[in-house]
């Protein structure tokens, strides 16, 4: 086998590596593509170890694409500042790899060598060794980076943690409830005098800025459908919550105020960067 074969057999494998890293078809592609180039004017022959080769050129590619975005003040790459051809295509790329979206907002949170250590060590078994040489550190240094990204992806906020899991539940069931437009379902899960209200700036067209009773709310959301579609569970600000992430990118916040069990109201605001997002425990 050459090695443009070699890279052709690795590539499915350096874009599920780089995608995680950068949260981003496209810039996935682009770092895989560049390793390539790198590796024809590097190695035009044969390497020894040309998968080690191709794994530790992309994922340097990508620190650097992440050190150039924090330079730039762009971490995570949240929905508002990505084109909607490339948040469709990171959606679909989500659906058909079946990558975690929960994950890859978590992922946004950590730092760029942490980001890296985790995704190389932690999800595709990468060596500490390779990994050093990666990031140019110890890989005393890569171990502990990865183990303080690991650390930050199972954080929980402070709180009772039966409380917390109950409300996740609640949470699941009203996001399960509406991406199946089961209106009576969702009826169910709210207190009759329910309050939603929405921010104007993630406003969908067709929908009230704030609906007032449970039916009128359970029928409201179909004005949310898509983005119902790309929300996932989390804790955010340490109460029950969903996040919208089309494509992974984060860019509104669901916040449930559930008592007795029943959602008493509902507000969606756009995800902030000061917004601390934690696993839902219900699901992590």
């Known amino acids: 086998m050459d090695l443009l074969d070699e890279f052709e057999a690795a590539r499915p494998r350096l874009l599920s590596l780089a995608h995680r890293i950068v949260g981003s078809v ?60 490339q948040i469709a295509a990171d959606e679909e790329f989500l659906r058909r790899e079946d990558v975690s979206r929960a994950l890859l907002v978590l992922l946004g949170q950590l730092t760029p060598t942490q980001r890296v250590a985790y995704v190389l060590h932690d999800l595709f078994a990468v060596p500490f060794d390779r990994i050093a040489a990666v990031l140019g550190a110890s890989p005393a240094a890569a171990k502990k980076l990865a183990s303080r990204a690991r650390i930050r992806l199972r954080e929980r906020n402070p709180g009772p943690e039966p409380s917390l899991v109950d409300h996740a539940r609640v949470v699941d069931a009203f996001l399960a409830a509406a991406r199946g437009g089961d209106i009576d379902r969702l009826v169910a899960l709210m207190a009759p005098d329910v309050v939603r209200t929405v921010d104007l700036d993630v406003l969908p067209d ?24 790309a929300s996932v569970p989390m804790v955010v600000d340490g109460g029950p919550a969903a996040l919208m992430a089309p494509g992974g990118h984060p860019l509104a916040v669901i916040r449930f105020d559930i008592r007795q069990g029943a959602i ?19 699901l992590a």
């Open 26 to 85: 496209h810039d996935a592609e682009d770092a895989v593509q560049t390793a390539w180039l790198r590796t024809q004017t590097a190695h035009p022959g044969k390497l020894d170890n040309p998968d080690g080769w191709f794994t530790t050129v992309t994922a340097r590619l990508c620190l650097d694409q992440l050190r150039a975005r924090d330079r730039r003040g762009e971490l995570p790459l949240l929905a508002e500042a990505v084109p909607d051809e």
């Open 206 to 229: 067709g929908a009230a800025a704030a609906a007032y009773g449970n039916r009128t709310v359970a029928e409201e959301t179909r004005h949310f459908a898509d983005r119902v579609h």
């Open 264 to 282: 008493a109201r509902i507000s969606i605001a756009r995800y902030r960067r000061t917004d601390h997002v934690s696993p839902c425990p219900a």
